[in-house]
């Protein structure tokens, strides 16, 4: 059975910085796309950064130069690195694991999500 597990999430002051982590269970991430979305209330989940398997990145245009998504093969996890936080980046955060190496799909895995807010 696959599950993912997102970690990091919190408050933060606008400017400051957060990690987001999700881990992997009961498959390999090697040869899999992973991402991140974002779902602030009323508004529908949008893609905010990509890796494919072959570790090409796509960012969505209001996070790029801040965030930085990254795996760890090894230990089946992916990462966000969250710089200079705008409150307009509050959501809840999840990740995707694709059940291909490059694209999305209807039967992908989806992680239950790490709220991420923006505020002072």
């Known amino acids: 059975q696959v599950q993912l597990v997102e970690s990091g999430g919190g408050s933060v002051q606008p400017g400051g910085s957060l990690r987001l982590s999700c881990a992997a269970s009961?498959?390999?991430?090697?040869?899999?796309?992973t991402g991140w979305y974002r779902q602030a209330p009323g508004k529908q989940r949008d893609l905010v950064a990509r890796i494919t398997s072959s570790g090409t990145t796509n960012y969505a245009d209001s996070v790029k130069g801040r965030f930085t998504i990254s795996r760890d093969n090894t230990v089946n996890t992916m990462f966000l690195q969250m710089n200079s936080l705008k409150p307009e980046d509050t959501a809840v955060y999840y990740c995707r694991l694709s059940i291909g190496s490059t694209y999305f799909y209807d039967n992908d895995y989806w992680g239950q999500g790490t709220q991420v807010t923006v505020s002072s």
């Open positions: 009961g498959t390999s991430f090697s040869d899999k796309a």
